[in-house]
């Protein structure tokens, strides 16, 4: 039963993340940084735009190694076992 939620947490993580198209998440970003006081052509407008997709790319990869760490480690490591010799 333990194995299912990280499964289910993975799964709802990724579906966090495909709920907006490319489109409507350039948008968003457009709207956030215009809120900033940027204007649309300017350089530090795309600036703007490239430090919102950077902030996102560190998130993932942030959210995927805590993921990551969160799993319990598993060694396997054979014993071996002397079997005596039969007469």
């Not at 939620?5 to 993340?17: D, F, M, N, R």
């Not at 215009?34 to 997709?53: P, W």
């Amino acid at each position: 039963m333990k194995p299912i939620v990280p499964t289910l947490i993975a799964l709802a993580v990724l579906a966090g993340c495909t709920t907006m198209t490319p489109e409507e998440r350039r948008a968003s970003d457009e709207e956030t940084c215009r809120e900033y006081g940027f204007r649309k052509g300017s350089e530090a407008f795309a600036e703007c735009l490239q430090r919102i997709e950077l902030d996102r790319r560190a998130e993932r990869r942030a959210n995927m190694a805590s993921f990551e760490l969160s799993r319990p480690m598993v060694v396997y490591r054979p014993v071996p076992v002397p079997v005596p010799p039969s007469n």
